[in-house]
């Protein structure tokens, strides 16, 4: 049993300069942590037939690792060439720097968030987008939630709780992540009422379906799919008569919601929040942090007495906004007072409109740069051209022509193994695998270097 007395005590390796270096950047608790569970580890090794010395000899760098290894955030910036610009797994939009630096000040400071500084009184958290969303959308006022899905759920409470809501069976949508919209009614305390067919719904399915029990009549633009072929939907002006005349509320969900035609920017023009309002909707709902470009939000517009009936529902607390988020937000609404400059400064949508001879032409510039490095893991890098898509639902079957790297290796499982290499790097890189081969859509790379830097491991 020679071996074990070749291993320090926890005390000796706390001592010895290697190990005593990661106090100062770990902490001592940390530290004594990783010292034990890695001596454990070294004598079981003995135990095993290990030599002693070299169990020793290799403590100080297995503890540097572990705590090297624990301190490293999975929250580091990383690469998004994965060709999908709104991706949810991936946090959806990155923030205009106006809303960043914004972000930051309402960190670091107090503010006035509940405070009017005219009055010295107490003021409503909301007021600093208010003004904004009706400037934005025509609608009367606004208020701002958590997210879209929590809009939705507050409204469906306000509106219908106890009683029934009615929807189309064509837009009884789950979204993912378990928001299916049938779930989320019978949380609300509604009662679903489901009129027409999966693909066609008239008229009078709405106007026979309404009776003295009716809550409200609920819109939801298809945001992940599409129906196509023999279909027929009411279309909002047709429903808001329908729900007028009933005297019950008209509720559109739109998700992604664009405040800005897209079409200006060569996309597909998608209804925006003020042709919603303009259409005749009581009511409807947004999200912040998909084609809009902010952090995560929920919105909802509309006609002015029945925001007010939902902030008087006690789950706005529940689902009210931070002044982060809200100092974000309103950074990201003033960008779009100037629409002329809203591609340059908005990167969602600077990354939307990107010409793909530009992203073509980078992607020639990296290609024997970014092969000479894997030339190293044995693998290949060549132009190619792909498609991106918006993501988030939004624009679900469209496609936007990309141009990228095509990384190929040896054997089958070369673009997985590729892929979880570059997951592992300091700065991840994100692709998609297509076709046998790791693809990285260039399109949300901003300088040549940030890819080269990942790669080399900077
Ligand atoms: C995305 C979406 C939601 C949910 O919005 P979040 O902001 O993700 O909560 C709700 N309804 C529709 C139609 C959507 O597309």
């Known amino acids: 049993m020679q071996g074990f007395r070749a291993l320090p005590s926890v005390d000796q390796l706390l001592q010895s300069d290697a190990v005593a270096a990661l106090i100062d950047e770990h902490g001592r608790q940390a530290v004594t942590a990783a010292a034990r569970t ?31 290894a624990a301190a490293a955030t999975a929250l580091r910036p990383m690469l998004n060439l994965t060709g999908t610009v709104l991706h949810t797994n991936l946090g959806r939009a990155i923030l205009a720097s106006e809303a960043v630096t914004a972000a930051a000040t309402a960190m670091a400071a107090p503010l006035a968030l509940e405070f009017d500084l005219a009055t ?135 998700g992604a919601g664009s405040l800005v035609d897209l079409s200006r920017w060569g996309l597909r023009r998608e209804p925006t929040v003020a042709e919603a309002v303009a259409e005749g909707a009581d009511l409807v709902t947004f999200s912040g942090d998909k084609l809009l470009g902010g952090p995560q939000a929920g919105f909802i517009v509309g006609r002015r007495e029945l925001i ?85 639902g939004a624009l679900p079957t469209d496609t936007i022509p990309s141009a990228g790297l095509r990384l190929t290796g040896q054997g089958g499982d070369a673009p997985d193994r590729l892929a979880a290499r570059l997951r592992a790097l300091r700065h991840p890189v994100i692709g998609h695998i297509h076709d046998g081969a790791l693809i990285l859509d260039l399109r949300c790379l901003g300088a040549d270097d940030d890819l080269i830097g990942a790669l080399s491991g900077r």
Not at 45 to 68: F, V, W
Not at 160 to 166: D, E, L, M, P, T
Not at 313 to 331: H, Q
Not at 350 to 357: E, I, Q, T, W
Request: overall charge neutral; aromatic content about 4%; charged content about 25%.
């Open 308 to 392: 007010a009936e939902i902030n008087r529902n006690p789950l706005k607390r529940a689902l009210r906004l931070d002044k982060i988020r809200i100092a974000a937000l309103e950074a990201t609404l003033r960008l779009y007072r100037d629409p002329d400059r809203l591609a340059e400064r908005l990167p969602v949508l600077r990354m939307l409109s990107r010409p793909k001879a530009e992203i073509a032409a980078q992607a020639a510039r990296l290609q024997p740069k970014v092969a000479a490095i894997l030339a190293d893991w044995g693998f290949d890098a060549q132009v190619c051209e792909c498609q991106s898509q918006v993501g988030s």
């Open 38 to 68: 890695r001596l454990d580890a070294a004598r079981q090794a003995i135990r095993d037939g290990a030599d002693g010395a070299a169990q020793a000899a290799a403590l100080p760098h297995l503890i540097g690792a572990d705590l090297a």
């Open 120 to 254: 010295g009184g107490r003021g409503q958290r909301d007021d600093h987008l208010r003004g904004l969303l009706r400037e934005l959308t025509g609608a009367e006022d606004a208020t701002i939630l958590n997210n879209n899905a929590a809009a939705v759920l507050i409204a469906l409470n306000t509106f219908g709780q106890g009683r029934g809501s009615i929807v189309s069976r064509g837009e009884l949508i789950e979204i993912g992540g378990a928001f299916r919209m049938p779930d989320i009614m019978s949380r609300a305390g509604t009662r679903l009422v489901e009129v027409g067919t999966t693909n066609r719904t008239h008229p009078r399915d709405y106007q026979s379906a309404i009776d003295a029990d009716t809550g409200l009549i609920l819109k939801v633009h298809t945001s992940n799919y599409r129906i196509e072929g023999f279909t027929a939907e009411v279309e909002a002006p047709a429903l808001s008569r329908i729900a007028r005349e009933a005297g019950v509320v008209l509720l559109n969900d739109l």
